[in-house]
């Protein structure tokens, strides 16, 4: 079978990061995939790398606006001569342009939801009500990454029901000691003391104020020193600076920015924060799992679901005094980090393994072209 998969971007997300763990999977199984970037480019992306070094086609074909007719020929055409069976299309750009350009090429489609929310940074509501209307006519079968996404899209499709699929663990990359001790010494004296690692986009829904003052709370309660480690970028960066300086964290608040190396980041980490506000299935929460963090996240999205009962703190959103408390207890317990990291680790790899969600895909895959 081959897929041609159609993404707004691959610039650094967790739908961008899962097309590496799609590629790989399916080239496991013997089939095969292209790539088609809705911008220029993407230069410096380690999402476009990675699939590079799997030889998989990436093929850009940048859209300046939904009605760039010019643009969108482009695109038919590009879906046309991939001798795809199947479209898959992802993200919101990608969701109305591809899965429109697929039924012109007389390519059966599939769209995948991520988000468990639609009033998301840089909400456009013409775009969420395209994007509803083509889905509902065009797509063959919509799919939500979560339960909690499927949830809260659902009213959006009517009496079209979306099918769930959940989001895997990509493969964690082996990380030597030596790797683990040179990136603690890099924060913390000497190595020694306690690393909280975040990873996500810099944006409201991800909460990284309620971070900031968690962890200057926690930080005064905390008996080792102590470092938190924040890995994204995002439109919220300088603002977040600015109240690091303001809550006097500026020597103890890494912004890291993008990072290819959020495994080895992950494994030299203690514990894992997360103070979404809204959220689907989060990635790096379960990549933060199967690394064997101790995590402590907010109960929002599918959160509670991937954090089962003895695998990590489930804290109520919005809530910077419950995120403090969890921090400090599990900082000053590291026999209870080692017993929820270990715990967790069993939880993702044997619930959310990519070899099981690559055969939902296929299953869903192969319903669509013969069921």
């Not at 961008?16 to 088609?36: N, P, Y």
């Not at 309620?210 to 005064?220: E, G, Y």
């Not at 299935?281 to 003895?310: F, P």
């Amino acid at each position: 079978m081959r897929i041609a998969q159609v993404i707004d971007s691959l610039k650094v997300g967790g739908a961008q990061k899962l097309m590496t763990v799609f590629a790989r999977e399916m080239q496991r199984a013997g089939h095969s995939i292209s790539v088609v970037s809705l911008t220029d480019l993407d230069n410096g992306s380690p999402v476009l790398n990675e699939l590079l070094q799997l030889n998989v086609e990436v093929i850009h074909v940048p859209m300046n606006s939904l009605v760039d007719a010019r643009a969108f020929n482009s695109l038919c055409r590009t879906i046309r001569s991939s001798g795809a069976d199947i479209t898959h299309t992802q993200l919101n750009y990608a969701n109305i342009l591809g899965t429109l350009a697929s039924k012109k090429a007389g390519i059966p489609s599939v769209a995948s939801l991520h988000n468990a929310s639609v009033h998301l940074h840089g909400y456009k509501p013409y775009r969420t009500w395209l994007e509803s209307a083509v889905l509902r006519m065009y797509a063959r079968r919509i799919i939500a990454c979560g339960y909690t996404v499927a949830r809260v899209q659902q009213p959006r499709f009517g009496s079209k029901a979306l099918q769930v699929i959940p989001n895997p663990v990509p493969e964690a990359a082996q990380v030597t000691r030596q790797e683990i001790q040179s990136l603690r010494k890099q924060f913390l004296p000497g190595g020694n003391g306690l690393l909280v690692i975040s990873v996500g986009r810099l944006i409201p829904e991800k909460g990284y104020s309620d971070l900031l003052q968690a962890f200057q709370k926690a930080r005064q309660k905390i008996e080792a020193p102590v470092r938190l480690l924040i890995a994204g970028k995002g439109p919220l960066l300088q603002e977040l600076r600015n109240e690091t300086a303001r809550l006097d964290l500026k020597e103890a608040v890494f912004f890291l920015g993008e990072r290819e190396d959020v495994p080895a980041l992950l494994a030299a980490g203690d514990i894992y924060a997360g103070a979404s506000l809204f959220e689907g299935q989060s990635l790096a929460v379960l990549e933060a799992m199967q690394s064997g963090l101790a995590v402590v996240v907010t109960d929002v999205g599918d959160n509670r679901r991937a954090v089962a009962e003895g695998c990590g703190r489930v804290i109520p959103s919005g809530s910077s005094e419950a995120l403090a408390e969890a921090m400090i207890s599990l900082a000053n317990d590291p026999d209870e980090r080692k017993r929820l990291g270990a715990a967790a680790a069993r939880h993702a790899r044997a619930n959310y393994s990519a070899s099981v969600w690559a055969e939902r895909w296929l299953d869903l895959y192969s319903e669509v072209l013969h069921g």
